[in-house]
């Protein structure tokens, strides 16, 4: 076999080319464009604001992380007939939590796709995720359907994104105060913009106790609002 680096490079990468490597395991293999394209997916190695999970229907041990399971839920399912799924906290793959992500998409119309193939979808309004009963490692998302195509398939790997910006929080402090807490709930340390009654931007001191509650301390007692993005 001749030296890697003498081979002609590609200008012309499809989907079908197959690179060379080594697996976790060491050995020597041949990955296609294709597949390491759904990895890259499966795992959010883009590090894109989705959250990657495998439909899990068999639940003979316990609902798994990183996955989508239904209640009473049968496969294939299809993608308009969703009301409702329980998803890991985890990203599929991985140790990190996206818990602070999926709270963040509530409110707002996100997307469950197939990696595989992405013209099986569904789009819903997610009206809420709640702590799974007994299982914190799980919420169970109330959704309302609004359009989609396909069915929900076992063993197979969807993506769950908002197709919505960034979300924002409006504070509104109604009696005069040095001090204002905010719970925003936003996942995130957003930049704040604090304006009194009297339509005036005012510069405060903004501490940040996590990514869901912050504190502003005025030099002088103010009501007003405080704009969170």
């Known amino acids: 076999m001749a030296r890697i680096n003498t081979y002609a490079l590609d200008s012309d990468i499809t989907k079908s080319d197959i690179v060379l490597g080594s697996d ?16 890259i997916s499966k795992f959010n190695m883009a590090g ?33 007939s969703l009301t409702s799924i329980i ?17 963040n998409m509530v409110g707002e119309e996100v997307t469950l796709a197939s990696v595989d193939n ?11 995720a709640t702590v799974l009963d007994g299982d914190s490692n799980f919420y169970t998302l109330a959704l309302f359907n609004t359009g989609g195509n396909g069915s929900i398939i076992k063993d197979q790997f969807y993506v ?24 925003h709930n936003l996942g995130k340390k957003p930049s704040v913009t604090v ?15 996590n990514d ?12 007003g609002k405080a704009y969170l993005n």
Not at 63 to 73: P, Y
Not at 212 to 223: D, G, H, K, V, W
Request: glycine share 10%; hydrophobic share 30%; no cysteine.
């Open 118 to 128: 992405p013209n099986n979808f569904g789009t819903y309004q997610l009206d809420s």
């Open 160 to 183: 769950l994104s908002s197709k919505k910006g960034d979300k924002s929080f409006v504070f509104t402090q109604t009696g005069p105060q040095t001090t204002w807490n905010i719970t």
């Open 195 to 209: 304006v009194t009654d009297t339509d005036t931007v005012v510069i405060g001191d903004v501490q940040y106790v």
């Open 24 to 39: 976790g395991g060491q050995t020597t293999k041949n990955f296609q464009i294709t597949e390491i394209g759904k990895a």
């Open 212 to 223: 869901n509650q912050l504190t502003i301390t005025l030099s002088s007692a103010n009501s």
């Open 48 to 80: 894109l604001p989705q959250l990657g999970y495998f439909y899990q229907q068999d639940l003979t041990g316990g609902r798994k992380a990183g996955s989508i399971t239904i209640v009473n839920g049968t496969t294939p399912m299809e993608f308009t």
């Open 87 to 103: 998803v890991s906290k985890f990203n599929f793959g991985s140790s990190d939590t996206g818990q602070n992500l999926l709270l």
